[in-house]
């Protein structure tokens, strides 16, 4: 089976074309070995789920690793303490083939709802006799957890997780948590219900800093790019052709792999690119980031899904493109988290610019056709 540059979900190393993933793993090990409580929170298609996936594989030796998707526990899920209580029992359950008897009893009764007692308090005295009896340490990873974050039921989860890392001392609990998704965990005050606007931290303060970088250096994408000349054997000049993509992209693995897929499959056939050595060129670069500037992709609608949501940050990235007045890359700001979270700044020498040259052709391109559009009224 021949492998592809992969834009759609999760990434597979035997099906997909990859940068080397091991040195981010074995950074993100080296946290969950020191027992780190932590959330992995980037923009929309920055390979969070393909990371977490590696890491569970990379984990299994060593750790009984439990990996949950909170986005596919229905809505219902997080209205009130027993249907949370009982959805979570359930995948648990799916999740882990043996249970010691008396925790999978438990969790039995929780998931059928068949105990008058379902809440959390319960629920985490059974998760505390799990972790005391298990052979091995054991590592809970939660993907898309603020799918939940708007309900008080997950904050409630969050303090529960809280409580029991601050007493791990002396009771048993998970070895290292790790929560991902696009909002910060740490600050939820985005994904709140507007009467709670006043909420502005999180529960789950004793998360540790996550620095590790999964943007895409030019050398990974050299990497993966030798991967692909080794089958295909289009005669690419890599090194340039990696500087290329990384110089427009700065790395952001949507946007990389985005623009590989074309060059592969896109172009070639074409009148202009008959075959894929006339595609993978400087030429077949420029066409194939031409293409992806005027699309209409899923990542492109989830950016300007935020600019409608939050009026300050369309402020702020007008500002950026067409004042050219600088503005400091001061962390603390708001308006400067929120640009940072959702991927559309970077901070280059702590000053705030556009993440990249997509980006900022993408954006100024909306800017300028939603004022024209606005002129058309008057």
């Not at 999740?95 to 009893?105: I, Q, R, S, T, Y």
Request: proline content about 4%; glycine content about 4%.
């Amino acid at each position: 089976m021949s492998k592809s540059f992969n834009t759609d979900g999760s990434c597979d190393p035997r099906l997909h074309y990859m940068v080397d993933l091991s040195g981010r793993l074995q950074e993100i090990k080296s946290m969950v070995d020191a027992g780190k409580y932590f959330t992995i929170n980037r923009a929309r298609q920055y390979g969070k789920t393909t990371i977490l996936t590696a890491l569970a594989d990379d984990l299994a030796d060593d750790y009984q690793v439990i990996s949950m998707d909170f986005q596919i526990m229905s809505s219902s899920s997080f209205e009130n303490e027993p249907a949370f209580v009982s959805a979570f029992s359930s995948e648990l359950l799916d999740l882990v083939p043996n249970f010691p008897d008396d925790v999978e009893k438990k969790l039995i009764s929780f998931a059928e709802k068949k105990t008058q007692t379902i809440s959390l308090q319960p629920l985490f005295k059974v998760l505390k006799t799990w972790c005391q009896e298990s052979k091995r340490k054991i590592v809970l990873l939660i993907d898309e957890a603020d799918t939940a974050s708007n309900n008080q039921i997950f904050l409630d989860f969050l303090a529960q997780l809280r409580a029991y890392y601050l007493k791990r001392q002396k009771t048993p609990t998970f070895h290292s948590v790790i929560l991902a998704g696009v909002y910060d965990i740490r600050n939820l005050r985005h994904k709140m219900q507007p009467e709670d606007k006043h909420v502005e931290n999180s529960p789950w303060n004793i998360a540790a800093d996550f620095l590790v970088d999964m943007s895409f250096s030019a050398n990974e994408i050299a990497g993966m790019l030798n991967a692909y000349e080794d089958d295909s054997h289009t005669g690419m000049n890599i090194e340039k052709i990696s500087r290329l993509i990384y110089s427009y992209t700065a790395g952001y693995p949507y946007l990389v792999s985005r623009i590989c897929n074309y060059m592969d499959e896109r172009l070639p056939g074409t009148k202009e690119f008959p075959d894929k050595i006339s595609a993978w060129t400087d030429t077949g670069f420029y066409e194939a980031e031409k293409m992806i500037e005027k699309e209409d992709n899923t990542l492109y609608q989830s950016m300007i899904r935020k600019l409608k949501l939050y009026p300050e940050l369309r402020t702020v990235l007008y500002q950026l493109l067409f004042t050219g007045k600088p503005i400091p890359y001061t962390a603390t700001n708001d308006y400067i988290k929120d640009a940072v979270m959702f991927g559309f700044i970077r901070n280059e020498n702590d000053t705030a610019v556009i993440s990249n040259r997509i980006f900022e052709s993408v954006l100024y391109n909306y800017f300028i056709s939603a004022e024209f559009a606005s002129s058309c009224y008057f």
